[in-house]
Nanobody, 112 residues
Framework: QVQVAESGGGLVQAGGSLRLSCVAS????????IYWFRQAPGKEREFVAH????????YYADSVQGRFTISADLAKNTVYLQMDDLKPEDTAVYYC?????WGRGTQVTVSS
C-alpha cells in the first residue's frame, strides 16, 4: 500500500525557516517524481516545487524561487523542502505528491 506523509510544519515569524519532510512508502521511491503543493485558506491548491530522479534540475514556482530548496535522502525515502526567508503569504497547508498519491498535508503559518 502506497503512503505519502508530510511533516515539519509549524508557526514561524516572517524571515524564519522551516524544513518540511515527505516520506513515500510502499513503492520504489525513485520511480516517481515528487511534487510539493500548497493551499492557502480560500485559495486553490498551487504548485510549489518538483524534483525528478531523471537528471533534470528541481523546478520551483516563481513565488518561492531562491527561497525554497528541495533535497532528498534516498536511503530514507524522504524528500525535504527547505523553506527560508518565509513570508506571511507562504502560510498554507503544504502537500506532497508522489504519482497520484497525496499526503494529508502539514500546516505552515508565518506571522508578520
Amino acid at each position: 500500500q502506497v503512503q505519502v506523509a508530510e511533516s515539519g510544519g509549524g508557526l514561524v515569524q516572517a524571515g524564519g525557516s522551516l524544513r518540511l519532510s515527505c516520506v513515500a512508502s510502499g513503492r520504489t521511491f525513485t520511480n516517481y517524481d515528487i511534487y510539493w503543493f500548497r493551499q492557502a485558506p480560500g485559495k486553490e491548491r498551487e504548485f510549489v516545487a518538483h524534483v525528478s530522479w531523471h537528471g533534470t534540475k528541481p523546478y520551483y514556482a516563481d513565488s518561492v524561487q531562491g527561497r525554497f530548496t528541495i533535497s532528498a535522502d534516498l536511503a530514507k525515502n524522504t524528500v525535504y523542502l527547505q523553506m527560508d526567508d518565509l513570508k506571511p503569504e507562504d502560510t498554507a497547508v503544504y502537500y506532497c505528491r508522489s504519482d497520484n498519491y497525496w499526503g494529508r498535508g502539514t500546516q505552515v503559518t508565518v506571522s508578520s
